[in-house]
């Protein structure tokens, strides 16, 4: 995949909010590009995820550092002013954010992706006319995106539906335009989309296709909140204690003891690595609903990604079963030197991700310099040198998902091999 694609299928999930994936796609675009000067699209884009994911803190320090350096072409240094504006209106700097609200020169006037994201910019600024003209030449200039042209549709609905000066032409055309590409829209957009086309037609005086638009937005699947994980079995047998007699709970005892039989029977062959022995991701996400609520009543809750120094290139060099030799070796450490109530995951590939609960950031840079002692110390006769660790680590803000904090680790570890520095980077200071 090039750059450009890769830049391109990483928006697409970008528009669809389907954020996760927009990241994995640029973070594999931004390790194939060579030059520089080259990374500032991933670096822009990476940042407006940040941001959409509730980091605009993060996200600014990203745009700050791309401007500062001024290795990217003008267009995208264009693009990351105005990304810098967002970011301040996120942290509610409004005044602050009107400095960058800058329009596009004559040169990228008529740019589509610039306009969107500038009109994002003049609708935060509560700049509603700017944003519609900004919106409808985005329009036109994206026309051989369908999935652009949604995106635009349903922002100039939302504006057309609080000005009550716009023309039945410009609104029908909007409506043209748009409604044949609500399928491409993410769930909750494609709802709201579908509302709007209705209550637009509705305007126009069209009763027949506003009940077809209404009653595709009722169609639309609503999420519902994730249903609460049963109690623990311990609070289960508390509550027996109350209401029942000593045999019943001699015989729960017993029952209690063959269900963590088999739970430990479930770990070992569902939640266990093959290669290394470890926790896989499963495991992980089975514990986070538990560190989760922990953080959020007053804990600390920190995640590192350590990763395996150029593993591709030992499976490449000296094949995969050495690296995997490797991998498993670099794991029985990491389990040894890993505190009791720490959770260690093989992540695969050379990687592995640690959950480090209320542990301050000193007691986790000296577990790592302990492991990465450890494995420089292995006996690996087949390797040209010892091999090395680096780690990028966050801790958990209040409120964010677990996909949320992974990501600001997996970057840190990114900056980290990137920079082959064989330490641990934090999030935000690279």
Not at 86 to 103: F, G, N, S, T, V
Request: aromatic share 6%; with cysteine; net charge negative.
């Amino acid at each position: 995949m090039t750059v450009q694609q890769s830049l391109q299928q990483g928006l697409q999930f970008f528009r669809q909010d389907q954020l996760n994936s927009a990241v994995r796609v640029w973070l594999r675009g931004l390790n194939g590009v060579s030059a520089p000067a080259d990374e500032a699209p991933f670096w822009c884009w990476l940042g407006a995820a940040l941001r959409r994911a509730g980091q605009p803190a993060q996200a600014l320090l990203m745009h700050q550092q791309l401007l500062q350096e001024q290795l990217a072409t003008p267009y995208w240094l264009a693009h990351a002013r105005i990304q810098l504006g967002l970011d301040l209106l996120a942290q509610r700097e409004p005044k602050l954010a009107q400095h960058y609200a800058q329009p596009p020169t004559a040169e990228w006037a008529q740019d589509g992706e610039l306009l969107m994201q500038y009109a994002e910019l003049q609708l935060g600024l509560a700049d509603d006319r700017g944003a519609e003209q900004s919106l409808e030449t985005a329009m036109q200039a994206l026309d051989t995106d369908p999935l652009a042209v949604a995106v635009a549709g349903l922002h100039l609905l939302q504006l057309y539906g609080r000005d009550g000066q716009v023309s039945a032409a410009r609104l029908q055309q909007v409506i043209a335009r748009a409604s044949g590409h609500v399928a491409l829209l993410g769930q909750q957009a494609q709802r709201e989309m579908w509302l709007l086309l209705g209550q637009a037609c509705e305007r126009l005086g069209q009763r027949q296709e506003a009940v077809q638009h209404f009653e595709r937005a009722l169609a639309c699947p609503v999420s519902k909140p994730t249903p609460a994980k049963p109690r623990r079995l311990s609070l289960v047998e508390y509550k027996l204690r109350q209401m029942t007699s000593e045999i019943e709970i001699e015989l729960l005892r017993e029952k209690n003891a063959v269900q963590h039989q088999q739970v430990q029977q479930l770990e070992a062959s569902g939640f266990r690595d093959e290669i290394t022995g470890l926790y896989n991701p499963r495991y992980l996400a089975m514990r986070w609903h538990d560190l989760h609520a922990a953080v959020e009543e007053g804990g600390m809750l920190c995640h590192v990604s350590l990763g395996i120094d150029l593993f591709a290139s030992i499976s490449e060099v000296l094949g995969k079963d050495n690296a995997l030799v490797c991998y498993h070796q670099v794991a029985r450490v990491a389990q040894e030197a890993c505190p009791a109530d720490w959770i260690l995951v093989a992540s695969g590939a050379g990687a592995f991700d640690l959950l480090a609960a209320n542990a301050s950031r000193t007691a986790i840079e000296q577990f790592y310099a302990r492991l990465q002692s450890a494995v420089q110390a292995l006996d690996m006769l087949y390797l040209p040198e010892p091999l090395h660790l680096s780690a990028g680590a966050a801790f958990h803000q209040r409120g964010e998902a677990r996909d949320i904090l992974q990501l600001r680790a997996n970057l840190a570890l990114f900056l980290a091999q990137r920079e082959q520095r064989n330490q641990i980077c934090w999030d935000g200071e690279v």
